[in-house]
């Protein structure tokens, strides 16, 4: 087996939530006509087919919540999202547990996910 080296987290969380910040303030604030004509052309991408999944389930026990959630969801934030979801995740297992192959597995995740988007 590979030994997996020490990850020092340092700022990453903090990092990670300044850059989602800013990333979706910049793709929510600015229009950028080319994004939004391939998010609305393309076909649904995995990532938005499981959250809209999701969301169905959630707004069948929460029904006010189909006005917000239903719509189709903006690609990039959605992997936006989930990026930092993957990173807030990874900093929890290597602070509390120190299991720093999940650094690994998470960049592997992150690129599938950008990937497969």
Not at 18 to 42: G, H, I, M, R, W
Not at 54 to 79: A, D, E, H, K, Q
Not at 104 to 109: D, G, H, K, N, Q
Request: charged share 10%.
């Amino acid at each position: 087996a590979l030994e997996q080296p020490e990850v020092h987290t340092g700022r990453l969380l903090v990092g990670t939530f300044v850059a989602l910040f800013f990333n979706l303030l910049t793709l929510l604030s600015v229009k950028n006509k080319p994004f939004v004509y391939v998010s609305e052309a393309a076909s649904t991408s995995w990532l938005q087919e499981h959250v809209a999944d999701l969301t169905r389930s959630l707004c069948g026990i929460i029904p006010g919540l189909s006005s917000v959630l239903l719509p189709r969801m903006n690609p990039f934030v959605l992997i936006n999202v989930a990026g930092a979801l993957s990173l807030s995740i990874t900093y929890m297992l290597i602070e509390i547990n120190n299991y720093n192959a999940v650094d690994t597995a998470s960049a592997v995740a992150i690129g599938l996910m950008t990937f497969g988007t």
